[in-house]
């Protein structure tokens, strides 16, 4: 079973969890294994209580939020580079 917080994050997306729920949380619902979830965890929820199960009636597809662009990591030889260049600059006396 995979329930999921129906408040959603700031990104979008909404807490969720797999595995045998003997309740559901408040603020939670079941979402039913047949239900198509596009870019889950992130979309819109409406949820209705149904046999006194909250549950996932409706799920609106959202905008999976773009990853930031992250520098490639120096390697070992563009640092060594650096510390050279910059104890020849000391020791030329460029350096204050």
């Known amino acids: 079973m995979r329930i999921i917080e129906i408040k959603s994050l ?6 969720n969890q797999t595995g045998t729920f003997l ?3 408040e603020g939670w619902a079941v979402v039913p294994d047949d239900m198509e979830t596009k870019n889950f965890p992130f979309g819109e929820v409406t949820a209705e209580n149904i046999d006194g199960v909250p549950t ?5 597809a ?15 030889e563009e640092r060594l580079a650096a510390l050279e260049a910059a104890m020849l600059e000391m020791a030329m006396g ?3």
């Open 10 to 15: 700031e990104n979008g997306g909404h807490r």
């Open 23 to 25: 309740t559901i949380p």
């Open 56 to 60: 996932v009636t409706k799920w609106v």
């Open 62 to 76: 959202g905008t999976i939020p773009e990853t930031p662009a992250t520098e490639a990591p120096v390697t070992t």
């Open 94 to 96: 460029g350096a204050e």
